[in-house]
Nanobody
Framework: QVQLVESGGGLVQPGESLRLSCVAS????????MVWYRQRPGPGNQRELVAGITAGFTTSYADSVKGRFAISRDNAKKTVYLQMNSLKPEDTAVYYC???????????????WGQGTQVTVSS
């Protein structure tokens, strides 16, 4: 199974930016679709798909982040990034990455969930 390590989170003020990184293990990164999820605080909140990028560099975003977040990948470094701009308090969450095969979809991840990286947006 693909192992994933997320980093780059932190505490920022509304309107500021962060860039998250996720490094994957193994030799199949180049063929994997890579996705970012987030899990907001509060009971019952499940992970929601935020953004994805296919092996062919097709991207997809949740409506809540479209125009503010940008996903990218560096195959040589086996790393996927999530550039988050114009952050809002409702973006506060733990952010996780994972790998998929084929098109971007809600489920069907092939990686082990990492510990995630905490993003807190607060004034």
């Amino acid at each position: 199974q693909v192992q994933l390590v997320e980093s780059g989170g932190g505490l920022v003020q509304p309107g500021e930016s962060l860039r998250l990184s996720c490094v994957a293990s193994g030799n199949l990164f180049i063929i994997h679709t890579m996705v970012w999820y987030r899990q907001r605080p509060g009971p019952g909140n499940q992970r929601e798909l935020v953004a994805g990028i296919t092996a062919g560099f097709t991207t997809s975003y949740a409506d809540s982040v479209k125009g503010r977040f940008a996903i990218s990948r560096d195959n040589a470094k086996k790393t996927v990034y999530l550039q988050m701009n114009s952050l809002k308090p409702e973006d506060t969450a733990v952010y996780y990455c994972n790998a998929q095969i084929g098109p971007i979809r809600e489920e069907g991840n092939v990686g082990s969930w990492g510990q995630g990286t905490q993003v807190t947006v607060s004034s």
